[in-house]
């Protein structure tokens, strides 16, 4: 085979209208496996496990099915659009709008796999008068540790959640830096637990820590519920001495102590993203349908405070806030079916996303795309018409 | 934002030859092995840090918000509590605060189709508590704070309902469980002599109902216990019952005064 057939022949496999059909077939396989998958296992479980995954295992009557994930699929997906438009194209007078085309889908997987890798999103759940400075993730959690400097101003070294989630009994993590005088030892997390006092009429098979232990809890399909805790050892550098150390998502206090003579904390909660402004939840409004309990509408109105500037937002249903690079819909609400004169609570949706509007300006692409090839035909056909004539 | 874990210790590239492929094949196995077992020395740096406002939380909802301390204390005491975005309560040093314990944590919702997502169930109605021992947290369910389980059993149930006002008063209330358990309404005399306890600041009156109890929803169990407490804020009132084949409710009876001190109001609420 000639040097020049070595490089040709991949890029035609790779261009080719056949491996597009397949990985669209693949696309749809593995959707239609996440949908039956969701029912028992979640939303999150199964993007995951489907759709930002680079391999899937998946098990048809006993028997082990491997498949691309939704990763790998969409990237090849890509390349297959990119060196399709560009090799089968290249030379062809005509076909620019084809091209453009391309261009537009392609930008819609590049979009995707952006919001994939950088995007944050989370929630804000305020009553009237509260106000929020950050957004909670629902799914992520981070470990945090804490110290108040005695300024105004409290430092937090933050552990996300990849670092200390595979620690384990036999296996586990140890997390330190050169600013503190202790490192954590994580000896086991679990992903949905409660915390419980421990009475005298049982026993458990878990480290028991001032009385309290956590209870492992069977995975939710609703991954936002659930509510994880850790057992970590606290080891201080300079005496050498552990101290045992049980930390949950849902405690109303971080866990104290006192070390090199300063006051530290502990705590494992959602991660959290800082907000470039504050927002205040002035007023949450809820309508219902008339004569029912249901409700037709609810919006938040909110002041925006940023750079000393106050601005009043009305935020609803499908008119989110927009503002530095962040958009913010009315999510939903709550507790339901209170009584009426319960102070309500407003949640609002939070999004970064780099590639927020990039959709919007590829579906412009492709249809200029589009309208540039059959506008192009039309005139062809036009003119051959006109010259028969 | 794409994140790995920290990376195998580094392994020196051999200049050349079969050998050197050889060594670094090795090297890596052997990286690889070790990284795999056993307690690990790696120390894996914590290199994302922050300051942030120390005088209310972290970030999140704060202010006049119920579930949240309006201004948590500047700097933080062995015992205390950090200003760390959760509600102010005593804290123990190393064994974390009393916990919010239960709740029924964002269940029965998906936050983004446009349901309900409740915060944590202080939130929602003002109360904390801490839940028993060998009692589990049911799904969340229409007009009630929460629902446990202390067994697997599916008609023994405690729960907490709250409702604007007086709410009709204790008596009225009382009367109504009488009648769901088949029993005549208690008399003045019956009803002064019942035991009060001291819950949530107030005097709860206490009160034990044996019977045939006929729930609401049409559910029914023979030779039931309900044992309940029943107690009236300023703007509220608080209503926890636990209703139950009495073979399992009685044994309950420490755990139900144990779950009913353990109510709490959470600051500002």
Known sequence: MSSSRWITAPLRLLSSVGLALTLILLLALLTWLGTLAQVEHGLYEVQRRYFESWFVLERVAGLPLPLPGGQTVMGLLFLNLLVGGLW???????????????????????????????????HITFTEGGSADAFESYLRWELVVARDLGDGTRR????????????????????????????????????????????????????????????????????????????????DLSEGVRRPCLL???????????????????????????????????????????????????????????????????????????????????????????????????????????????????CLVIAAGLLLHFGARLARWVGREAATR | MARSHVPLPLVPRPRSGHAGRHQLLLAVLAAGLLSACGESSEVRAITVSRLVPSGGPAGTAHGSH?????????????????????????????????????????????????????????LASGLGWSVPAGWRTAAERPMRVVTLLPGDDPDTECYVTVLAGAAGGARSNIDRWCGQMGAPPLT??????????????????????????????????????????????????????????????????????????????????
Not at chain 1, 186 to 208: I, T, W
Not at chain 2, 81 to 94: D, H, I, L, S, Y
Request: proline share 10%; with cysteine; hydrophobic share 45%.
């Open chain 2, 188 to 269: 003045d005399e019956a009803f002064a002599a019942l035991p009060r306890r001291p819950m949530l600041g107030v005097d709860a009156v206490q009160v034990e109902i044996a019977g045939h109890f006929s729930g609401m929803q049409g559910s029914s169990v023979a030779d039931a216990l309900l044992l309940g407490a029943v107690l009236t804020l300023p703007d509220r009132s608080v209503f926890v019952k636990l209703v139950g084949p009495r073979r399992l409710v009685e044994p309950l009876r420490a755990d139900f005064l144990a779950f009913c001190d353990s109510l709490e109001l959470a600051p500002g609420a």
């Open chain 2, 66 to 122: 119920a579930a949240h301390a309006a201004k948590a204390p500047g700097g933080l005491s062995p015992g205390a509590v950090a200003a760390g975005g959760e509600p102010v309560a005593g804290g123990r040093p190393f064994a974390g605060a009393a916990p919010f314990a239960g709740g029924a944590p964002f269940a029965g919702s998906a936050p983004l189709a446009g349901g309900v997502t409740p915060p944590p169930s202080h």
């Open chain 1, 88 to 122: 089968r194209l290249r030379g062809r007078k005509g076909r620019l709008g084809i091209l453009v085309t391309h261009a537009g889908i392609a930008g819609l997987l590049v979009a995707g796999f952006v919001k994939l890798s950088f995007a944050q999103d989370g």
């Open chain 1, 156 to 235: 937090e070294w933050l552990v996300p959640e990849e670092d200390f989630l595979d620690a384990m009994p036999g296996a586990p993590v140890t997390l330190g830096a050169p600013e503190l005088p202790f490192q954590l030892q994580v000896q086991q997390v679990m992903r949905h637990c409660m915390r419980l006092p421990k009475g005298p009429m049982f026993e458990v098979d878990v480290p028991v820590v001032d009385g309290w232990f956590l209870s492992e809890e069977p995975r939710l399909t609703e991954a936002e519920a659930e509510v994880a805790g850790a057992y970590l050892s606290v080891v």
């Open chain 1, 248 to 362: 949950w998502g849902r405690d109303r206090a971080p866990t104290t102590l006192r070390m090199a003579g300063a006051d530290w904390s502990l705590s494992l909660r959602k991660e959290r993203y800082p907000l470039p402004f504050t927002i205040v939840l002035d007023d949450f409004t809820k309508q219902d349908h008339p004569r029912t309990g249901m409700p037709r509408s609810f919006s938040s109105d909110v002041t925006v405070v940023e750079g000393g500037v106050e601005r009043p937002v009305r935020i609803e249903m499908n008119q989110p806030l927009r503002s530095s690079g962040l958009v913010l819909y009315q999510a939903s609400w709550g507790p339901q079916g209170a009584p009426p004169g319960t102070p309500l609570f407003s949640t609002l949706a939070v999004v970064r996303n780099p590639s927020d509007s990039w959709p919007l300006l590829c």
